[in-house]
């Protein structure tokens, strides 16, 4: 019995959160409007082409935790 009360609350909840988030998103409840990048099909090939070039080209090699690289010289007195 409880069981049964548990799934379809859970249910419930999972309809009314589809609900919300699609007028929020979808219907534009709070303005706005849909990205020109997010519309246009030619930006979008045009971004796929770049990030699917090759060679990919980068800086030289970065030391992620220069901290911890360091070499510590002890000085005897």
């Known amino acids: 019995m409880t069981a049964g009360y548990i799934a ?4 419930g909840s999972f309809a ?14 709070f ?10 099909k ?3 090939q045009a971004t796929d082409t770049k990030f699917q070039a090759w060679p990919r080209t980068a800086g ?11 070499n510590f010289i002890v000085k005897s007195t």
């Open 42 to 44: 030619e930006w979008w």
């Open 8 to 11: 379809g609350s859970l249910i």
């Open 60 to 70: 030289p090699p970065v030391i992620m935790n220069p901290i911890s690289r360091q």
């Open 31 to 40: 303005g706005g409007s849909i990205p020109k990048t997010v519309s246009d």
């Open 16 to 29: 009314i959160a589809y609900l919300c988030d699609t007028f929020v998103s979808d219907k534009k409840a």
